[in-house]
Each structure stands twice: as C-alpha cells, then as structure tokens.
T-cell receptor, first 111, second 112 residues
Framework: ETGVTQSPTHLIKTRGQQVTLRCSSQSGHNTVSWYQQALGQGPQFIFQYYREEENGRGNFPPRFSGLQFPNYSSELNVNALELDDSALYLC??????????FGPGTRLTVL | AQSVTQPDIHITVSEGASLELRCNYS??????LFWYVQSPGQGLQLLLK??????LVQGIKGFEAEFKRSQSSFNLRKPSVHRSDAAEYFC??????????FGAGTRLAVHP
C-alpha cells in the first residue's frame, strides 16, 4: 500500500473527447509524475510536477497537460483523444527520497 | 540515448526454483536503479532500489539485485520462487527524483 490513489479506476471515452485523471496522496509528497503504459509495454514518462511547476516533460504532445495543486494532488488532462491514447495511466509521488511510489492506475479506453 | 533493456520478454520457472531476471542500462553516468513488480491490472510496487554503496541490494519478498558497473547490469534474483511471484517485472533507471526510464518488462510465469 503506497498511499497513492487515482481516480477513476476505469474510463471509456470516444475519439476527440477530453479526459481528466486525478491523483492524490495522504503523505506530503511534493513531486508527482505521470506515466502512460500501453498494453504490453513499460511505462513511458509524460511529465513531472514539483511544487506546482512543471519539472520535465517526455515526448508527448501539448494536448497532454497537467496541474499540481497546493495540497500536492494532481490532474492529467488529455484533449482531442486519439485511439492510441488507450492505456493505463500511472501517477507516482515522491518527496526528497528519490523513490517514486505508484498509484494503481487509471485504465483509459478510447473508442 | 538513455535506455533500459530487459532481454527476456517471458520467463517460466517451476515453483521452488531459483530466478534471475536480467536488466541492462545505458546512461551517461551511473543512474539510480529500481525494480518494480506489477500484478495484472495493478500499479507498480517497488521491490528494491540502488543509489550507491553496497552493490548487492536486498528488497522485499525475498528479492535481491546486484549492480555490476562493468556490465551496466542490475539483475534481479530470488533463490526460491513461489507461485505468488507470477507477475510482470520492470527494471527502471533515473538520474535522481526525475523521470524513470523503464524497460519493456519481463513476464514471469510459475509452474506448480
């Protein structure tokens, strides 16, 4: 049990729609990262937020955006959904210990 | 380019047998190294991590990993596998509390 929670658990959207995924932790982790895990692959880094500022971004288009709130919870927003966006979206949280703890993920299906 | 390679996509072992999962990394400097386990439909659970110091790292669930700088490897081992160890295992590297670069994963099946 990492204490990192994500909502919703599952989500079905259609192509072109927008989606918001959420991540939170009971502990005071000040760094949140989002990853996309396509079926049969390892997670791919989307971006990281540190104290409400973006702190690094992977090779994902601008329609993937995020927010981190003062309580360190976070949102991942994806606009103009494409079929290839279907994946498990994982968030991880860390403090200054260099170890990221993952939530259970949100399974997004785009039809 | 930074990368993590897990050469074995699938491994099958018998319950009670020993296990070694391979991981090689390509990084500018010695990265922080991690092994995570993922059960079907679940998130990632940290098994162990290497930052510096002793090259043999002990983790949870009886797992250990050995860092070998000369081989750019960080292989995961367990002396006796249980059926509950069946899962997917990911090796990952980072330059700090920064983005994790994951391998493609090794799916472990355990035969009774």
């Amino acid at each position: 049990e990492t204490g990192v929670t994500q909502s919703p658990t599952h989500l079905i959207k259609t192509r072109g729609q927008q989606v918001t995924l959420r991540c939170s932790s009971q502990s005071g982790h000040n760094t949140v990262s989002w990853y996309q895990q396509a079926l049969g692959q390892g997670p791919q880094f989307i971006f990281q937020y540190y104290r409400e500022e973006e702190n690094g971004r992977g090779n994902f288009p601008p329609r993937f955006s995020g927010l981190q709130f003062p309580n360190y919870s976070s949102e991942l927003n994806v606009n103009a959904l494409e079929l290839d966006d279907s994946a498990l979206y994982l968030c991880s949280m860390a403090s200054d210990t260099d170890t990221q703890y993952f939530g259970p993920g949100t399974r997004l299906t785009v039809l | 380019a930074q990368s993590v390679t897990q050469p074995d996509i699938h491994i099958t072992v018998s319950e009670g047998a020993s296990l070694e999962l391979r991981c090689n990394y390509s990084y500018g400097a010695t990265p922080y190294l991690f092994w995570y386990v993922q059960s079907p439909g679940q998130g990632l659970q940290l098994l162990l991590k290497y930052f510096s110091g002793d090259t043999l790292v002990q983790g949870i669930k009886g797992f250990e990993a050995e860092f070998k700088r000369s081989q750019s490897s960080f292989n995961l081992r367990k002396p006796s596998v249980h059926r509950s160890d069946a899962a997917e295992y990911f090796c990952a590297a980072s330059g700090g509390y920064n983005k994790l670069i994951f391998g493609a994963g090794t799916r472990l099946a355990v035969h009774p």
